[in-house]
């Protein structure tokens, strides 16, 4: 009995580490095609490698930008560059509060920011904020904060990334990891920023919908601006436009309208601009260059018409 119960204690910490082993050998060696249940976009979208390797060398800046891609495809930082504004943008595809939470209490301290700019939407507080969290695993050093953000979600594709994240970092294997500048028709911008080549939008008309708003990044949402108070750092939250026909197909705008303007400064600048479906937007969510530099020079307008401490 005595030799049964060791051999099952012995069995039980062999698993976890056979686990582990093959969660790294089979990230390693097996096609993309054949492991859906782990998934390590290492450069595969949004620049976040570039974006992540860059943040490391920011200090002190004017403004931070967060947010989702709404965020790192639409504030321009060289438009703020050429405004006087030192400026970072540390959005990433389809980020949520959680992610947020994470990447801010890596770098908020070393950035220093004078403002933050915080992007939000409705449909980042829909998501469950696996995809984000995946990119985050894949292309920044992981610590502490990622265990918790994947406990938090729970679910395999985050756990299987992260053990193979936690080995490639601990054998420095994406050290010599290069990634383009320039990859399809979007280009990185110095700061955080990614340019996408001009494309235009054929508008659509859209049923009648209600946003379904995801009650973990609310909660989420409620820490990050508990974090930037208790630093004393101004915030101002932007909803970057949609497409007019998008936005106005929701009928429940104004409850996220009034969660935002309950947590601090808020600017909807949806129907505030004078943008055309078709001609300022590549997709139903995000601008083209042309509503980009639209929405910037209205950004900027805010920030010289108010009391800001990024003053120039």
């Known amino acids: 009995m005595r ?9 039980i910490l062999i698993i976890p580490l056979f686990y582990v082993l093959m969660v790294f050998i089979w990230g390693s060696c097996a096609p993309r095609v054949l492991k859906p249940n782990l998934m390590y976009p290492l450069g595969m979208f949004d620049h976040n490698y570039t974006r992540l390797s860059e943040v490391k060398k920011e200090t002190d800046i004017d403004i931070l930008f967060l947010g989702s891609s709404l965020a790192y495809r639409e504030f321009d930082t060289r438009i703020f560059r050429a405004e006087g504004y030192k400026t970072f ?3 990433s595809s389809s980020q949520t509060p959680l992610q947020t939470k994470v990447l801010l209490n890596r770098y908020l301290k070393r950035l220093n920011p004078k403002l933050i700019i915080y992007e939000v939407d409705p449909d980042s507080f829909t998501l469950d904020g696996i995809e984000s969290a995946l990119g985050i695993i894949a292309n920044d050093i992981n610590d502490f904060g990622s265990v918790k953000m994947a406990l938090k979600l729970n679910n395999i594709k985050v756990y299987n990334a992260l053990i193979y994240g936690f080995l490639r970092d601990v054998f420095n294997l994406n050290s010599t990891f290069v990634e383009p500048v320039k990859q399809g028709d979007e280009k990185y911008v110095e700061g955080g920023f990614v340019e996408r080549e ?3 939008f054929r508008t659509v ?10 009650i973990d990044q609310a909660k989420a949402f409620d820490e990050i601006i508990s974090m930037i108070r208790q630093k004393n750092i101004e915030t101002i939250l932007v909803f970057p436009p949609y497409t007019a026909s998008l936005c106005n197909s929701y009928m429940n705008n104004d409850a996220f309208d009034g969660f935002m303007k309950s947590r601090g400064k808020y600017y909807n600048l949806n129907n505030k601009l004078n943008l055309s479906d078709s001609l300022d937007f590549y997709d139903m969510f995000h601008l083209n260059q ?3 530099r639209k929405f910037n020079k209205e950004v900027i307008e805010i920030l010289n018409n108010s009391e800001s401490p990024a003053e120039k």
Do not use: E, M, T
């Open 89 to 91: 943008n540390l959005g």
């Open 290 to 292: 042309n509503g980009v």
């Open 198 to 200: 001009i494309k235009f």
């Open 205 to 214: 008309a859209y049923p009648k919908q209600n946003w379904s708003f995801n």
């Open 3 to 11: 030799f049964f119960i060791k051999s099952l204690f012995c069995f």
